[in-house]
């Protein structure tokens, strides 16, 4: 699965109250419209800036905080492609996978806000188009590839009438 898009920076600790502030999940009824909102507490016009495919680029410890669905699901709903982080927080990583949005571990230190991104999730590799640099990822296991083609582990299920893993 090969993903291409444009480099959104951010720091270490974005905890999941930065993805989506608990606020919208009363205020919106569905996902797609909290997803107008997605990082805005550290970037107020986030929403304004992404274009379909881009990606999140974080430091250590993305997704820590909370254990709420949303947080990938308005990420996802927000047409980014992916999020590529030195580390991510466990219950984060799994939601993701588990709602259908890739997530990569990677060195993102070389990777600046603007940089043109291609992302290959089988084999682990990030290409910064915008400074001919390739960085090597931990590529994800086959069985979450699977999940991520299916749209999530939902969509997985009912694909397959169970788990086909």
């Known amino acids: 699965m090969k ?6 920076r951010f720091g270490d600790d974005i905890n999941t109250d930065y993805i989506i502030a608990g606020k919208y999940k009363s205020k919106y009824a569905t996902v797609k419209e909290q997803a107008r909102h997605v990082m805005e507490d550290l970037d107020p016009n986030f ?3 992404i274009s379909p495919g ?3 680029v974080a430091g250590s410890n993305f997704g820590c905080g909370s254990s709420r669905e949303t947080a990938p699901l308005v ?3 927000a047409n980014l492609s992916a ?4 580390s991510f927080a466990r219950i984060f990583f799994r939601n993701a996978i588990n709602t ?5 571990r990677c060195n993102t ?21 915008t400074k001919g640099l ?24 009912k694909k397959h009438k169970g788990f086909a893993l």
């Open 3 to 8: 993903l291409r898009g444009r480099a959104h």
């Open 109 to 129: 230190d070389l990777i600046d806000n603007g940089d043109q991104l291609e992302v290959d999730l089988s084999a682990g590799v990030v290409r910064d188009l």
């Open 54 to 56: 881009d990606f999140i």
């Open 75 to 77: 990420i996802r709903y």
């Open 134 to 157: 390739e960085i090597n990822a931990a590529p994800l296991p086959g069985v979450m590839i699977t999940i991520l083609n299916d749209g999530g582990l939902v969509e997985h299920y």
């Open 47 to 49: 929403y304004e800036k």
């Open 83 to 86: 999020v590529l982080a030195k």
């Open 100 to 104: 259908g949005l890739p997530v990569l």
